[in-house]
């Protein structure tokens, strides 16, 4: 089995950065795509972003291309969301996600973290 732990979330301003870390242990970190979603208050997680096993494909939901970037180190097995030009509507709980497939799609995910908190303030 795999366990995924994140970490990096906090408070911010608008405008601010932060950098998630998801790290995993179990399994073989490198044959998993991994994924990040969220989760605001009173709406349903969404979909974030997505890189292949060796970091060579990714995909951005709309709403934060430009702004995020996902990346993995195999070697350290972890994978990072570095989080840009932060808006108040980034407010959410981030999940880190493993799938055998490249997808945008939730019930693909095998693995969850916790989550961890990120605020953004006016």
């Known amino acids: 089995q795999v366990q995924l732990v994140e970490s990096g979330g906090g408070l911010v301003q608008a405008g601010g950065s932060l950098r998630l870390s998801c790290a995993a242990s179990?399994?073989?970190?490198?044959?998993?795509?991994m994924g990040w979603f969220r989760q605001a208050p009173g709406k349903e997680r969404e979909f974030v972003a997505t890189?292949?096993?060796?970091?060579?494909?990714?995909y951005y939901a709309d709403s934060v291309k430009g702004r995020f970037t996902i990346s993995r180190d195999n070697a350290e097995n972890t994978v990072y969301l570095q989080m840009n030009s932060l808006k108040p509507v980034d407010t959410a709980v981030y999940y880190c996600?493993?799938?055998?497939?490249?997808?945008?799609?939730?019930?693909?995910?095998?693995?969850w973290g916790q989550g961890t908190q990120v605020t953004v303030s006016a």
């Open positions: 890189i292949a096993w060796k970091g060579t494909i990714t």
């Open positions: 179990g399994g073989t970190f490198g044959s998993y795509v």
């Open positions: 996600a493993a799938s055998r497939s490249i997808s945008q799609l939730e019930n693909l995910y095998d693995y």
